[in-house]
């Protein structure tokens, strides 16, 4: 089992900045990739930025130049900067994690955590 920990988050307003941090414990052998997802009140979950193991990295097209993944590997940890926040990033959002063990791809969600934008 792996336990996904989410911290930061919270309400700000438009145009200013948030860090979210998301630590891995547990059974963390065979990680190949972290990253973040969203999902708003009414709309599907979606990828916001996810981060592989060799340092692949896709980003949600309207998030591109706001927003950045990075990861500490070696602390299992993943953290998403989000700068100049808008209203239409108001969603929850998820920490995930995709391992590669011996019964297949195995992925993971954190508790998530909320971020309100107020224009």
């Known amino acids: 089992q792996v336990q996904l920990v989410q911290s930061g988050g919270g309400l700000v307003q438009a145009g200013e900045s948030l860090r979210l941090s998301c630590e891995a414990s547990g059974s963390t052998f065979g990680v190949t990739a972290m990253g973040w997802f969203r999902q708003a009140p009414g709309k599907q979950r979606e990828l916001v930025a996810i981060?592989?193991?060799?340092?692949?990295?896709t980003v949600e097209e309207s998030a591109k130049g706001r927003f950045a993944i990075s990861r500490d590997i070696a602390k299992n940890t993943v953290y998403l900067q989000m700068n100049g926040l808008k209203v239409g990033d108001n969603a929850v959002y998820y920490c995930?994690?995709?391992?590669?063990?011996?019964?297949?791809?195995?992925?993971?969600w954190g508790q998530g955590t909320q971020v309100t934008v107020d224009s």
């Open positions: 981060q592989s193991n060799n340092g692949e990295t």
């Open positions: 995930y994690i995709q391992r590669s063990t011996s019964h297949g791809r195995k992925a993971s």
